[in-house]
């Protein structure tokens, strides 16, 4: 029975997460209002989730000969840039985009792997950033209005920052975009990746405080293992990885229609739409297309595991950054088709590898009954208990277990937790950690706990402790408050990794 309630939690269908049922009767909100649930499964059964909407309208989702029936375009307008060739082209005229709408990617074409010399850039027209309002607002009385602008002006003013664009650059605090030390940095950076055999320990120990954005793309792809230090085989070993991708979507793309791997990809089809469906670049049919293929493949090609919900968030990132190396503003509004064909490809080989090797750290996450996940939402129990007694004992007396909320921080790694600009920043630490994604991620959610302690402290029943932690307001993070959510995650790795008992009561 417990089971069962669990389950509706998370599948029932309403317009939005944490809001009660529709259909309450008016007359029955005082009483829920005066009666707060006491138990997760009162909670439950009160509660809705939004992720699981619209799981039933997918039965002919199945293409006839394209995997291009996928779901509506976002409405956005997207910007039009304006391509630029890379320095080493000065006589090159710049290129107009092509104009014809994203078309699915032809695999019977030849596929060129040769990495792409031309960087291409993009200079962004000013656009109107203006909200434009439904036609239901123009029902608004005057006093709701009224109420609505109270509100907004007791709200702190803070600088709007994008959801990707100029990731490493933008900060809570509006600091400048290029500072003197980062533009040493920045040199540092070039002058170990320029070297013949690039010292992967020295690189890790300048990225570990972030890596400059011009350089990001590189380092990822060394530090994740997918390239090779020495420079003279990174070329070789790019075209190599990036036919053998696209050998593996020749060879099983084509059995997702299957009834042994339909119900994989069925869940795929359902889940993509729902990755950061705030951000207009992964609304694209052209990117939802990559998506599918990149995590059918991945799971045909790992069946101990298979495709488990919540790895489609983990391509994001790489995704953004090798995309990233292209685009260089606006990459959350950019169109994908604007690129030429190669470049998507090999943008698509390139996530799916990085991805793989990410995956291959933390495996045990997604295999049945997700094992690792359970022993890490254990070790954070533990972990709290002795770090700060305080927080461990006011979810007992709430009655809040630590799986009902920190299973989504391991199996996501936090990322719907944090805006996208700051899972790349903090990835930048993950990979220069040795088992950064394994190890380190639990450091890093006692301390994003911790620092929320006020918050919960103040919180004295189920319902409002629970809806806290899933709705963690960090929408205004950046650079600084990841910063130092990274350095109490190291003092506490620092002072609890080699105590062998510092898990046990």
């Not at 107009?96 to 040769?114: L, N, Y």
């Not at 503003?329 to 990410?358: G, H, Y």
């Not at 933390?362 to 954070?380: E, R, S």
Request: aromatic share 10%; hydrophobic share 35%.
């Amino acid at each position: 029975m417990a089971t069962e309630n669990k389950l509706q939690f998370w599948r029932r269908n309403a317009k939005g997460p944490g809001r009660f049922l529709k259909d309450t009767p008016k007359t029955n909100a005082v009483n829920i209002k005066s009666k707060k649930p006491s138990t997760f499964h009162e909670f439950a059964r009160s509660t809705n989730d939004a992720w699981d909407i619209d799981d039933e309208e997918d039965e002919d989702f199945f293409p006839s000969s394209h995997p291009s029936s996928l779901p509506t375009q976002s409405h956005s307008k997207p910007q039009t840039p304006r391509l630029k060739v890379s320095k080493h082209s000065p006589h090159t005229e710049p290129q107009s985009p092509p104009q014809s709408q994203p078309q699915p990617i032809d695999w019977q074409e030849p596929i060129s792997t040769e990495p792409c010399q031309d960087q291409l850039r993009i200079d962004d027209e000013p656009t109107n950033g203006r909200v434009v309002k439904s036609n239901s607002d123009a029902h608004l009385n005057t006093s709701t209005v009224r109420n609505t602008l109270q509100k907004q002006q007791s709200l702190p003013v803070r600088p709007i920052i994008p959801l990707v664009a100029r990731i490493s650059d933008q900060n809570a605090s509006g600091a400048p975009p290029m500072t003197v030390r980062e533009k040493t940095r920045l040199d540092k950076f070039r002058q170990l990746l320029a070297s013949p055999n690039t010292d992967l320990d020295e690189l890790r120990k300048h990225s570990w405080s972030g890596i400059p954005r011009e350089v990001r793309p590189i380092t990822w792809r060394l530090l994740s293992g997918y390239l090779p230090a020495n420079m003279e085989r990174r070329v070789l070993v790019l075209q190599r990885k990036r036919e053998e991708y696209f050998g593996f979507i020749e060879q099983y793309y084509h059995s997702r229609t299957d009834e042994h791997h339909r119900d994989t990809y069925r869940q795929i089809h359902i889940d993509i739409p729902r990755t950061n469906p705030l951000i207009p670049l992964f609304q694209q049919p052209l990117v939802q297309e990559v998506f599918e293929r990149i995590l059918f493949i991945w799971a045909i090609r790992h069946p101990a595991s298979g495709y488990v919900q919540g790895i489609n968030d983990l391509v994001t990132p790489f995704f953004v950054v090798f995309l990233s190396e292209f685009v260089e503003e606006d990459v959350e509004n950019f169109e994908m088709a604007a690129l030429p064909l190669d470049t998507q490809r090999n943008i698509e080989a390139d996530s799916f590898w990085c991805m793989s090797k990410l995956l291959d750290g933390i495996q045990d996450n997604y295999t049945f009954a997700q094992p690792g996940i359970q022993k890490k939402v254990k070790a954070l129990e533990e972990l709290i208990s002795r770090i700060d007694e305080d927080i461990h004992l006011h979810f007992q007396k709430c009655e809040v277990e630590y799986l009902q909320f920190a299973f989504r921080w391991m199996n996501n790694l936090l990322m719907r937790e944090l805006p996208l600009r700051c899972t790349i920043r903090l990835w930048d630490t993950y990979q220069a950690e040795s088992e950064g994604f394994s190890h380190f991620h639990l450091y890093v959610c006692a301390a994003f706990l911790i620092k929320w302690r006020k918050e919960i402290l103040s919180m004295s029943d189920f319902q409002g402790l629970l809806m806290l932690l899933q709705n963690l307001p960090t929408i205004h993070w950046g650079n600084e408050e990841v910063g130092l959510l990274l350095a109490e995650a190291y003092r506490l790795k620092y002072m609890f990794a080699d105590a062998p008992r510092h898990y046990k009561r």
